[in-house]
């Protein structure tokens, strides 16, 4: 079967967002492995086990283990219980994205009283030096600037969560009426 140039294959979707989450996780100082992890966990139907993720990795369970543990430490997936076998299986957390949303608020939060905190220092100073004063009148400009961009940004993120969690029962409750027509 030929498909248009343009279209992926589901395995080539995959892969392209499994390199995104590799980069993306890497960028917020985790193991890229992290972000492969992830991805390849949000691609599962099932919950995998260390073994399984590792050799779809192509790395060492002990790598997976300790990766695995960031993922889990973090909210973003769960150990398994299996009746079967004594091996652990993970599978991505149900509030995975509520998880993401909080950790992201906080993270904007922490910068917030960052800012703050030096514009305080700055304002408790009592000399300044002639030569310190362009350079103090700017800094103390973009510091304002930033605290109150993250202002905006907490403020509008304000019910988020809540809305955020309607508009997810919403969409399941739609796949499952989708899912009972057919």
Not at 93 to 107: I, V, Y
Not at 153 to 171: D, S, V, Y
Request: one cysteine or more; charged letters at 30%.
């Amino acid at each position: 079967m030929n498909r248009p140039p343009h279209e992926k294959t589901f395995a080539e979707v995959r892969r392209s967002f499994s390199n995104h989450m590799s980069l993306a996780f890497e960028s917020e100082g985790f193991s890229p492995l992290v972000g492969r992890i992830f991805a390849l966990l949000l691609f599962s139907k099932e919950p995998m086990s260390l073994q399984d993720l590792s050799q779809h990795l192509g790395v060492t369970k002990a790598a997976v283990s300790v990766q695995v543990r960031a993922l889990e430490k973090h909210c973003m997936c769960q150990k398994v219980p299996t009746g079967s076998d004594r091996r652990d299986y993970y599978y991505i957390a149900q509030d995975f994205s509520l998880t993401a949303m909080r950790t992201n608020k906080q993270k904007i939060h922490s910068v917030k009283e960052q800012c703050d905190s030096i514009l305080a220092s700055l304002e408790s100073l009592s000399t300044i030096g002639q030569e310190e004063r362009p350079a103090f009148e700017e800094s103390k400009r973009r510091f304002l600037e930033m605290s109150a961009m993250y202002q905006l940004f907490l403020a509008r993120m304000e019910g988020i969560e809540e809305e955020w969690m309607e508009l997810r029962e919403r969409l399941f409750r739609e796949e499952e009426g989708v899912e009972g027509i057919g």
